[in-house]
């Protein structure tokens, strides 16, 4: 790529570099300027004379409660959905102002703090940095208290009394906002996120948690000259409120988190990458989409489908690069937040879907998942959010349809690709309000002249576009899996109709065409069998028609699924014969029923000596092995003469009729079981 690129790129390192400088002077400020006012406040303080003054019960209560309020913070959700802790130790330590002095207030803070980041094993620098703020902010508190109340900063053991509560609640706002500012700038500083955001996210639950902390805070002071009983009347309130929090925080976490992984859901899919782009570096999204999840749950119900979807989770947090944040986002749906440009996102994307390379263990099986991974980036892909999952969700479909296992977004298969993402939600929408017709086509018995079969073809007439061709759909709905819904409802519409038909006394076959994705489904056998009672099908009347290319994809499966349907009395039919390699004597070893010689072959047959001879061979020998044999794409009579000419091949093509709706096949059969085999042409 050119220069503005790399130049650009230079430019982040550069002020990644500058933040990192001006985060380590800020501590440093700060540390230096703690220190200073721990070591003021301890060389003032009187201790001695301070501790006769004390009244000891209520003092060392209100340590303890400052140490626990520490060490069991109250839990919340952040706006961006991450779980945050609100230390309670702020009233007890604003109590103890001016019921024992700035000096005991700060060793108990200090003190609580101190053993908080030993148990959170917290870096040095970070442990200071809690010290010094805290330092920082209760030495603030007091200085306020002490103006507007004239009560000695240093302690005086005097209990407070009503009128100085005002001033201690205005000393303990001025205390949580020193702490509140300074906490924030660091988080700005190592993030890269504006300040004022940070200071503004999560302001609401702030100010009421603090509004109560404060308040509990004046009480505690007030109470506390009255001795140790009145104060732990306090607790029974704190605890509760730090209960009914709790619950809060725990609601508010699922509603931003997935059940079944515990990762972060769609919701704070948005949120994360809403902060992430507010910070201004770039930000790779990975979309990965599990290959035939349905299978798994088909085959093996869904118990074990979660444990795959919860052993999926694992592997991608795993694997995902350090900083990167992993979300589901429903059904076999993940998506991965890397920090970093394209380069990342993509070194990411190849780690995440190689994780799948080892089977995953699941109650003594060894299965492999297979997934697929779009790839986008900001800012080359786009600079907002929704945008950014657009174009993944593009990429990703892009790597479904070409069968790449990860695919980074480019803006040329964006026109084309999003053409067919509209198409095929509308087909999605058509396939659920059951829009899609069926029209059906003759099979004609040369000899008898008359309609042995119909095969049935989808119809979708769409809304703005008219008619859309199958051609055009069935391999939308193939790679998105909607094949299955349309089979189950073409097959439905096709075997009632046939009810109707064959109990007035047609006695003709159906024929079905199956999409490869079909012979690898396990539980396809079943749902045919479901809707073959439901007509009262009986066996024999249904052919399901399927390709070589379908049966050769997975030869084993196909050849369960295949048997599991021959089982039910499902006649099994080679669509499109001859276009792909199989040799008869192959298929015949699959046991199949029928073979449908593809139109390419066929059209030719009563003029070219050359595909006559082959087509000729070909019917002999499927005649000789006991297949039935229809040829496809018969459009005029020189094609139909020849075909009778080779004796028992049935024949399907315009010259024999077109597709119909139900409403005109009625007459038709009517119209062929009078004697004529020559059926005029209807519309497609
Ligand atoms: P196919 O199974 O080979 O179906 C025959 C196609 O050839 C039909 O096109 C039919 O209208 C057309 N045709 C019939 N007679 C003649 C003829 O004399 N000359 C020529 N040139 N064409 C003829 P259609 O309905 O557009 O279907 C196209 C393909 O779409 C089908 O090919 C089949 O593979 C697929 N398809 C259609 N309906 C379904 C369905 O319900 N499920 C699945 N999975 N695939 C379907
Ligand atoms: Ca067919
Ligand atoms: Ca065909």
């Known amino acids: ?48 004379e301070l501790a ?72 040095v620098v970070k442990a200071l940095f809690n010290s010094a703020q805290y330092a920082l902010s209760v030495g603030a508190g007091a200085l306020v208290f002490t103006s507007l109340s004239g009560v000695p900063m240093l302690g005086s053991g005097v209990a407070i009394d009503a009128p100085r509560i005002a001033a201690l609640l205005a ?7 020193v702490n509140w500012v300074l906490v924030a700038i660091v988080v700005s500083l190592s993030s890269g996120m504006p300040l004022s955001p940070i200071l503004r996210g999560d302001i609401r639950v702030f100010l009421v948690t603090n509004l109560v902390l404060l308040s509990v805070g004046g009480i505690a002071a007030d109470v506390a000259a009255d001795g140790v009983w009145p104060l732990a009347l306090l607790a029974p309130p704190v605890i ?68 795959i979807l919860r052993q999926v989770g694992e592997r991608l947090v795993d694997a995902a690069p350090e900083g990167a944040t992993v979300h589901r986002l429903g059904g076999d749906e993940f998506a991965v937040v890397v920090p970093g440009g394209l380069d990342a996102a993509h070194d990411a994307a190849m780690a995440l879907i190689g994780s799948f390379e080892q089977p995953m263990g699941i109650e003594k099986l060894e299965l492999l998942v297979r997934a697929s991974a779009g790839v986008a980036a900001a800012p080359d892909h786009g600079e907002r959010g929704d945008t950014l999952m657009k174009n993944a969700d593009i990429a990703l479909y892009h790597a479904k349809v070409e069968r790449d296992r990860i695919s980074t977004f480019s803006p040329e298969f964006d026109i084309n690709t999003l053409e067919r993402l509209q198409l095929l939600a509308d ?40 008619q859309v061709l199958p051609d055009e759909f069935i391999p939308l709905a193939e790679n998105s899996g909607l094949i299955f819904p349309l089979t189950e409802l073409v097959l439905d519409q096709a075997l009632a109709d046939l009810r109707v038909w064959r109990d007035a006394g047609h006695d003709i076959r159906m024929s079905v065409n199956l999409s490869a994705r079909h012979l690898s489904d396990l539980g396809l056998p079943q749902v045919v069998a479901e809707i073959m009672r439901r007509h009262a099908t009986p066996a024999g009347a249904l052919v399901l028609e399927v390709t070589e290319t379908g049966i050769f994809s997975d030869p084993a499966r196909a050849d369960l699924v295949l048997r599991a349907l021959r089982g039910n009395g499902v006649e099994i039919a080679i669509d499109d014969y001859g276009t792909g390699n199989a040799s008869l004597s192959y298929l015949r070893r699959l046991k199949i029923d ?62 024999l009729g077109a597709p119909v709706p139900a409403e005109q096949v009625v007459s038709r059969l009517e119209g062929a079981s009078h004697g004529s085999a020559r059926l005029t042409r209807g519309q497609g």
């Open 1 to 48: 790529m050119g220069l503005t690129p790399r130049s650009s790129e230079a430019a982040r390192g550069r002020s990644a570099r500058r933040a990192a400088s001006r985060l380590s002077i800020y501590l440093s400020v700060v540390i230096a300027l703690g220190a200073g006012i721990t070591v003021a406040i301890a060389v003032a303080t009187d201790w001695s």
């Open 240 to 307: 509760a409120a730090h209960i009914f929090a709790s619950t809060a925080a725990r609601h508010a976490w699922e509603a931003t988190h997935d059940g079944l992984t515990g990762l972060g859901n769609r919701t704070q899919l948005h949120h994360e990458l809403d902060r992430a782009l507010g910070a201004g570096a770039g930000v790779g999204l990975v979309l990965i989409d599990l290959d035939h999840f349905k299978d798994f749950n088909d085959t093996l119900g869904h118990p074990v489908g979660d444990v």
């Open 427 to 466: 087909l999605r929408s058509a396939v659920h309000a059951k829009e899609l017709t069926v029209v059906y086509q003759p099979q004609v018995d040369l000899v008898a002249g008359e309609i042995v079969a119909l095969e049935a073809l989808v119809r979708w007439t769409h809304s703005d576009r008219g």
């Open 594 to 655: 029928e073979l449908k010689v593809d139109r390419s072959f066929v059209s030719n047959i009563g003029s070219e000596d050359h595909d006559r001879i082959i087509v000729r061979s070909t019917i002999e020998l499927a005649l000789a092995l006991d297949l039935r044999v229809v040829a496809e794409g018969v459009e005029d009579a020189d094609t139909a003469q020849a075909l009778q000419e080779l004796g028992g091949v049935i024949a399907q093509g315009y010259h």
């Open 171 to 177: 000393g303990g706002v001025v205390m949580i906002a």
């Open 52 to 123: 006769s003054s004390w009244a000891l019960g209520p003092v060392v209560f209100l340590v303890v409660a400052a140490v626990v309020g520490e060490l069991r913070p109250v839990r919340f959700v952040s706006s961006t959905g991450e779980l945050r802790m609100l230390t309670t130790s702020a009233p007890f330590v604003l109590a103890l102002i001016p019921v024992a002095g700035v000096g005991v207030a700060l060793a108990a803070q200090l003190v609580a703090s101190a053993i908080d980041d030993i148990r959170s094993r917290r870096s």
